[in-house]
């Protein structure tokens, strides 16, 4: 069965002044992909994804959601999208709870249920003031705002910075499950593991450009190994991409104490695409 696309990006441009944002970014997701955006702090992800929902304006370019363009169709588009910026400000001295309901009062839904289900995964205190709170339960409202109403598409701009690793589990856990349902991601990250152990596809950013879209799988496949060992009484340890066949003729008359044949790090793959 072939898959609609949920986004479709098409020379997407944005500058702030003469300083470029975003500059002619292309790209596409697919029907219940968890789809990784990834790049370091400053790449142009976060500019693509408010551009990509029109909460800021973009010089040139083309977006559609659902199948539908973005400028003609927003606010419909907006209903079935659940989006968590990478830091959300809430009025301080509500408590969690009011917090919670106002978002769904804004959307006109009754979202308790979903809510409730949401706040006892996450282990929230609902009764708690947002002030009373730290960056990571902060994080915690965020999720279930964009989660409560059950949208066909989420997108998440950083939303694990923050959450100890067992809430990183669950929020996965809670990624997966809506996608199971029928429901789209995109996430927005710069922590490798988790485009590796949840993503299928991903797209790269570099200084605002988009410099690579394929499969997790394909991006991660390597002939490369990382070789430690002590070699006549010295520590070497670096990245072979040679015949490992030929290794034994290289090493051959070396006192060889200790050696380790191993995989790169996946920062070591991916780092590439950061550098120059």
């Known amino acids: ?41 400053g790449a142009g992800k976060s500019t693509t994804i408010r551009s990509m929902l029109g909460l800021i304006n973009y010089e040139k370019g083309s977006v559609k959601i659902f199948g539908k363009e973005l400028n003609s169709a927003k606010e419909e588009i907006l209903s079935q999208v659940g989006y968590m910026p990478s830091e959300a400000m809430f009025y301080p001295d509500m408590k969690v709870k009011d917090v919670i309901k106002m978002a769904a009062d804004i959307r006109k839904m009754d979202c308790k249920d979903e809510a409730a289900m949401l706040c006892d995964r996450l282990k929230m205190d609902t009764e708690k003031k947002i002030n009373e709170l730290s960056l ?18 989420f997108v998440f701009d950083e939303p694990t910075s923050g959450l100890d690793p067992l809430m990183q589990t669950e929020f996965f856990k809670l990624i997966e499950e809506y996608v ?45 190994k990382r070789i430690k060992m002590i070699r006549d009484g010295k520590q070497e340890n670096f990245l072979y991409k040679g015949d490992l066949n030929k290794i034994a003729d290289e090493l051959a008359g070396h006192n060889i104490e200790d050696i380790l044949i191993e995989d790169p790090s996946l920062d070591e793959i991916f780092m590439h695409y950061y550098e120059k």
């Open 1 to 41: 069965m072939l898959m609609s696309k949920v986004i479709e990006i098409e020379n997407l441009t944005k500058y702030y002044g003469k300083h470029r944002g975003a500059e002619d970014v292309s790209f596409s997701v697919k029907e219940g992909d968890i789809f990784g955006f990834l790049g370091p702090n």
């Open 136 to 153: 990571g339960n902060r994080k915690k409202v965020s999720i279930v705002c964009a989660m409560q109403h059950k949208p066909k598409l």
């Open 180 to 224: 199971e349902k029928g429901a789209t991601c995109m996430l927005s990250t710069h922590v490798l593991s988790e485009v590796k152990n949840y993503c299928k596809n991903v797209a790269i950013m570099r200084e605002g450009k988009l410099i690579k879209v394929d499969t997790v799988a394909e991006i991660t496949k390597t002939n490369a």
